[in-house]
């Protein structure tokens, strides 16, 4: 049984390899198969029972049999042709069989000596109920039980043909039943497991398309957040601060109303497409240079991207048909996507020619040498609503419906796409559009719309935090929307030194070499999100302190969960309000001004103590740690005139830099501070347990001067080492 199984399954994928055609649906492709298939065993099973009617010299049922056989051969032959049609195949097929077996049945003298032919038509009724086709079923179900009650009326009538004696006729009666009823439960056992499958196929499907929307839904509710917030806040800037930047802060909001704007066509065209009232409205002009055109609008996009953008026309004038305002879009579509996906230094080359084989048609070719695609990617980057998972670490904005509609509108203008790709190499996108001379001719074809891109901010958003004034916290922005980026600055820069990252990876390494005291990111951003940003720097000694803030679009539950699990300390949503912002920002800051004091109190005694566990903040651990190992190699090394800052970062693996600003930051002391204030801690403990003189106390800790130790002392203390000896000594 195991073995018929498998062999089924062989059978049905070879089936589904002859038969399958890209326009196939699941039903369409279950029906083409079920016709195939039983219409093949039938052949098989009436080719070996003729031989035997033959062979007994039975005439009538021999050229019953042939017919048949000689029907499906040609049948069969014009269906593996075709590959379409099925229904009407399997309705012809089980029409001829109904007919044929009436017929046949008569000439042997009606149902009692038919040999079990009777079986035969039920077959074809059975086989009726097993396609997807209702009124196919109920036409062979209603034909069947019109020649059934034909053949009762007339028994009476009939004569018995003498070729069938009464054995020959129970013989082939028990056959008949026999691999009749057999076939017929193997083909109920294949529609039902087949219509399982397609089902369940569907059920998937459906499930796919819901999760995929809803991945949808969230995508726009990012794209639509981020400029709503920029909007938001340059308009309430401008309505506090009328007279300041205007110009600037309008320009922010509008472009951020066309990127809205952007993003609503294209879910508009998107549903117009898939209801079927998308019209086409084409034009015969040179598509040259308006290809040319169309590329070199995203001029300013590659540039602010770092990419080379090159347009190389193969001939200088293709006259055709084509529909500008589609063109534009699928170009558009293309040409926006490589330049995203491909890093600075890269370039985007876009040619045009024409294939003469095996009729004219125009090659437009989008190369770059970008990230790639997985193989397995290819194929499903064109479904609605999907975004690549292996593009999580190259998140760009997109609601992930662009590549979707490229499809739709090549499919609208005849056109195809092909895709080749390798990853960390780069992609060709090629389309092909056929080369018609039927519409009218214009002169020159202008784009209809200027293509959406980003543009550089409106202000300045990069600071050398040197530069600065040094008495305001250092604030980090990990945001890859400029113009955010832009409003943030006008909101803290007068309370904060800004430095600025546009990509989870540039946020850690600009975070590691200036150890902020806050850093606040966004979520979804090429290279590293921001969940993979805060987890680093919450596991780096050098950055574990500093107080994360996740400024996102992602405002449901499992995102902030997500974002608290991986070590945020703040999660606010866009579009948020500036007074909450500057309140979280201010909150942290108090909280870990806090920790520093309790850092501060707990260094009175060497060795070092830990702050209270109790009070410690979750990431307390690693700074510990880090304090703990500051200490062993002071304690170790304090003695020494030579050792100083650059010893003590050498041999810790930091920068002078990133302790300095560690220490700050848990502390509230300068390196250079904290060393000396150790070495007076050390000072103090050997004028009050030790005989040793001032001036060997001096050497011991580190001084080669003895007056300057002196001033030193007297400057932490408040006393001179003497007078600081004897009164502790008295009072003792």
């Not at 796919?208 to 938001?232: D, G």
Request: charged share 20%.
């Amino acid at each position: 049984m195991h073995y018929i199984y498998n062999l089924l399954l062989h059978i049905n994928k070879r089936a589904e390899q002859l038969l399958q055609t890209n326009s196939d649906t699941a039903d369409s492709l279950y029906t083409k198969k079920l016709y195939f298939l039983s219409s093949a065993g039938v052949f098989i099973l009436v080719s070996g029972l003729t031989l035997s009617t033959a062979l007994l010299h039975l005439p009538v049922l021999t050229s019953y049999g042939i017919s048949i056989l000689l029907f499906y051969i040609v049948s069969l032959a014009a269906f593996i042709r075709v590959k379409r049609y099925a229904e009407v195949f399997y309705a012809v097929n089980l029409l001829y069989i109904i007919l044929t077996t009436f017929i046949a049945i008569l000439r042997l003298g009606g149902l009692l000596h038919s040999g079990g032919l009777l079986f035969v038509g039920l077959t074809a009724t059975i086989f009726a109920m097993a396609t997807t086709n209702r009124r196919i079923t109920a036409a062979i179900a209603v034909l069947y039980a019109i020649t059934l009650l034909a053949m009762g009326f007339l028994q009476p009538l009939l004569t018995p043909a003498p070729e069938l004696t009464p054995n020959i006729n129970l013989a082939y009666f028990v056959v008949n039943a026999f691999w009749i009823s057999g076939f017929i439960l193997l083909i109920i056992h294949y529609a039902f497991s087949q219509r399982a499958k397609i089902q369940k196929e569907k059920a998937d499907h459906f499930e796919e398309l819901h999760r995929l929307k809803n991945q949808l839904f969230v995508n726009i509710a990012h794209e639509f957040r981020s400029p709503i917030t920029a909007i938001n806040g340059m308009a309430e800037l401008l309505q506090a601060q009328p007279n300041e930047h205007p110009q600037e802060r309008t320009s922010v909001i509008l472009r951020n109303s066309n990127k809205i704007l952007h993003l609503v066509e294209q879910i508009l065209s998107l549903s117009r497409l898939e209801e079927g009232v998308m019209p086409v409205q084409q034009v015969r002009s040179n598509i040259v240079p308006f290809v040319g055109f169309v590329v070199g609008s995203y001029t300013s996009l590659a540039e602010m991207k770092g990419v080379s953008l090159q347009f190389i026309p193969e001939i200088p004038e293709i006259v055709m048909d084509f529909d500008p305002d589609k063109t534009e879009e699928i170009l558009g579509n293309l040409v926006s996507n490589a330049i995203k996906y491909t890093p600075s230094g890269g370039k985007v080359v876009v040619t045009a020619c024409l294939q003469n084989t095996p009729s004219q048609c125009l090659l437009l070719s989008v190369t770059d040498t970008g990230i790639g695609i997985a193989p397995h990617e290819i194929e499903r980057i064109f479904e609605p609503y999907y975004r690549s998972p292996d593009t999580t670490q190259h998140y760009e904005e997109g609601s992930g419906i662009g590549l979707t509609l490229v499809k739709a509108y090549l499919k609208l203008l005849n056109g195809t796409i092909t895709v080749q790709s390798l990853q960390g190499k780069g992609s060709t996108f090629t389309i092909s559009l056929p080369v018609l001379q039927h519409a009218t001719f214009i002169e020159r074809v202008a784009a209809f719309h200027q293509p959406y891109a980003e543009e550089l901010p409106a202000f300045d958003v990069l600071n050398n935090p040197d530069e600065l004034q040094q008495d305001m916290p250092l604030l980090l922005i990990v945001e890859d929307n400029n113009d955010i980026i832009a409003y943030l600055r006008l909101v803290l820069g007068n309370k904060y030194r800004i430095l600025g990252a546009n990509n989870g990876e540039d946020g850690i390494q600009q975070a590691i070499h200036h150890v902020p005291d806050v850093v606040m990111t966004d979520v979804m951003m090429p290279q590293k999100d921001g969940y993979e940003l805060c987890r680093t720097l919450k596991n780096d000694f050098r950055t574990n302190h500093i107080p994360v803030v996740m400024l996102t679009a992602r405002a449901d539950l499992n995102s902030r969960i997500t974002g608290f699990e991986h070590g945020a300390d703040a999660y606010l949503t866009k579009p948020f309000q500036r007074k909450e912002l500057l309140a979280c920002l201010r909150s942290l800051l108090i909280q870990r001004e806090k920790l520093r004091a309790r850092y501060a109190e707990s260094r009175t005694a060497t060795p070092y103590h830990k702050p209270d566990a109790d009070n410690a903040l979750p990431d307390a651990d690693l700074s510990n740690r880090f304090m703990e190992q500051v200490n062993s190699i002071i304690e170790q090394n304090y003695a020494q005139e030579s050792f100083g800052i650059e010893e003590l970062c050498h041999q810790l693996n930091i920068s002078r830099t990133q302790l300095h600003r560690k220490l700050m930051a848990l502390t509230g002391n300068s390196a250079s501070h904290y060393l000396r204030a150790k070495r007076m801690e050390k000072a103090r403990h050997l004028l009050l347990h030790t005989d040793q003189t001032i001036s060997e106390i001096a050497y011991d800790t580190g001084f080669s001067d003895p007056n300057y130790f002196t001033r030193i002392f007297s400057h932490h203390f408040g006393k001179t080492p003497s007078v600081y000896r004897k009164e502790h000594t008295e009072a003792n």
